[in-house]
C-alpha cells in the first residue's frame, strides 16, 4: 500500500521580491500552495512584504493564514497534531476517500532567500489517522528530499534526499508525525556539494517559515488590568498593559514612534501612552495620556482604538517582544517575523485602517518584518505603496 502521490514539483519561478523588500537575502515566504486544504483547491496565493488577502466571508481568507501558521509550527519541529489541532476541518469537503478509506489534504509553500526558490510539498492524511504520507523539497526543479509512506502499519516514512556522492541519494525512514524538511539538518552530515545543497535549501526554508505571530486582538480582553507576567505579548493582546510596562521602559524610540502611531488612531490629544501598577502592585493597568492631567484607562476606549493600538504595538517591536517561535541558532540580522492578522480592518474606521496600512507598509519597507492581514474588501489600499492584495472568490 503507497501513499497518494504528490503533484509533480512546479518549476515555474517563485515570483521576485518587490524592489521594496528590503534586504533580498533574507529568507521569507513568497507563495502559500494550497493544493487541496479546506475550500481551496489548486490554488497558489502569492506573498509579498505586506499581503492582503480579500474576500468575502466563507472564501477562505481565516484557512488560508491558519494553513500559513500550521506550516510555521511545523517548521518549528511541532507534531502534526499540535499545527492541526481540527484536522478534520482541513480536508476538502467533497474529497472523497480512496479504496483504503483515506482521506486527507494537501499544502506547501515557497520560500526565497540566498539559494533562490525553494518549494516545500506537504501531503497529510487525516483518516484514518493523523501522518504525513508524503513530502517533497525542490529547487530549480530538482528533487531534493522525497518521502513517501510504503508501510502503513509503520509510524514511519520512507524517505531519499539527494546526496551526488557515491551514492546518488542517501534513503532512511523518517518520523511520520513530523516535517522531514525539518529534521534535515540532524540527519545530513553536508559532506558532498549536494548534501550542502540539501542542507541549504532545507534551512532557507525553516527559517523563513519560523517566527509566525499569529495576531487578531482582543478588545474584550484588554481593557481590564492584567497581572505582571512576562512582557510577551499573546495573539489576543489580552496583556497589553504588561507588555507596555515592559516596552516602554527598555526602547524610547520605539515607545515614542508608537505613542506617534496612537495619536493619529485615537479621538483627543494623545501625549502618551503608559502602563501603572494597580490593585497595591498586584496588576498592571494601561492609560492615555491627554496631556493636560487627564488620563483614560484604556477599558474606555472603542474596539477599533484597542484594535488599531495593539496593531500599531505588533508592528512597531520585535520577535523578543511578541510570543512567537524565535531561531536562536539564527542571528537576528537574518530573521523575518511574519505578522498573520484575521480580519485585519476589523472595528477601524477609515481613518485608522489607512493609518495603520501606512505604518505597515514603512515597517515592511525594512525587511525585518512582513505581514499578511485577511481583510474583506481591499480598495481602501488603492495607491498603498508596496502592497500586495489577493483576491480571493467563494467557488
Known amino acids: 500500500m503507497t501513499s497518494p502521490p504528490l503533484p509533480r514539483p512546479d518549476t515555474t519561478p517563485a515570483p521576485a521580491a518587490p524592489a521594496h523588500s528590503g534586504r533580498p537575502g533574507l529568507p521569507r515566504v513568497t507563495e502559500l500552495l494550497l493544493s487541496a486544504f479546506a475550500g481551496h483547491r489548486g490554488a497558489g496565493l502569492p506573498l509579498g512584504p505586506l499581503t492582503l488577502i480579500a474576500g468575502p466571508s466563507g472564501s477562505g481568507k481565516t484557512s488560508a493564514l491558519r494553513a500559513y501558521e500550521a506550516l510555521a509550527r511545523l517548521g518549528g519541529g511541532a507534531e502534526l497534531g499540535e499545527a492541526f489541532p481540527e484536522p478534520g476541518a482541513c480536508v476538502p469537503e467533497r474529497a472523497r476517500a480512496d479504496a483504503q478509506q483515506r482521506r486527507g489534504f494537501r ?6 532567500g540566498p539559494g533562490g526558490p525553494v518549494r516545500l510539498e506537504v501531503a497529510v492524511q487525516v483518516e484514518p489517522e493523523l501522518r504525513i504520507v508524503g513530502e517533497r523539497l525542490t529547487a530549480d526543479g530538482q528533487v531534493l528530499l522525497e518521502t513517501a509512506l510504503r508501510d502503513p502499519r509503520r509510524r514511519a516514512v520512507q ?9 546518488p541519494v542517501t534513503r532512511a525512514p523518517l518520523p511520520d508525525d513530523r516535517l522531514g524538511t525539518a529534521l534535515l539538518p540532524l540527519r545530513v552530515a553536508g559532506k558532498t556539494p549536494g548534501q550542502r545543497r540539501v542542507l541549504a535549501a532545507a534551512e532557507q526554508m525553516v527559517v523563513a517559515l519560523r517566527s509566525v505571530f499569529p495576531c487578531d486582538p482582543r478588545p474584550d480582553r484588554m ?38 502611531a496612537v495619536r493619529a488612531g485615537c479621538a483627543g490629544p494623545v501625549t502618551d501612552l503608559l502602563a501603572e501598577p494597580y490593585d497595591a502592585g498586584r496588576l498592571v493597568r494601561a492609560l492615555l495620556d491627554r496631556g493636560d492631567g487627564t488620563r483614560t484607562e484604556l477599558r474606555l476606549l472603542g474596539d477599533g482604538e484597542l484594535r488599531y493600538t495593539a496593531l500599531a504595538l505588533v508592528l512597531l517591536t520585535g520577535p523578543g517582544v511578541l510570543e512567537t517561535d524565535v531561531p536562536g541558532e539564527v542571528p537576528a540580522a537574518l530573521r523575518t517575523l511574519t505578522v498573520l492578522a484575521d480580519g485585519l ?40 505603496p508596496g502592497v500586495t492584495v489577493v483576491h480571493l472568490d467563494r467557488d
Open 223 to 260: 481593557r481590564e488590568p492584567v497581572p505582571a507576567g512576562s512582557g510577551r505579548l499573546l495573539g489576543g493582546c489580552g496583556n497589553l498593559a504588561d507588555v507596555l510596562w515592559r516596552t516602554r521602559a527598555e526602547c524610547g524610540r520605539r515607545h515614542a514612534l508608537l505613542v506617534e
Open 345 to 384: 480592518e476589523r472595528s477601524l474606521d477609515p481613518g485608522q485602517r489607512t493609518e495603520l496600512l501606512h505604518l505597515a507598509a514603512r515597517m515592511c519597507e525594512r525587511g525585518h518584518i512582513r505581514l499578511a492581514g485577511a481583510v474583506s474588501d481591499a480598495s481602501w489600499a488603492a495607491g498603498v
Open 107 to 112: 499544502i506547501g509553500c515557497t520560500a526565497d
Open 159 to 167: 524517505a531519499a534526499w539527494h546526496t551526488a556522492g557515491a551514492a
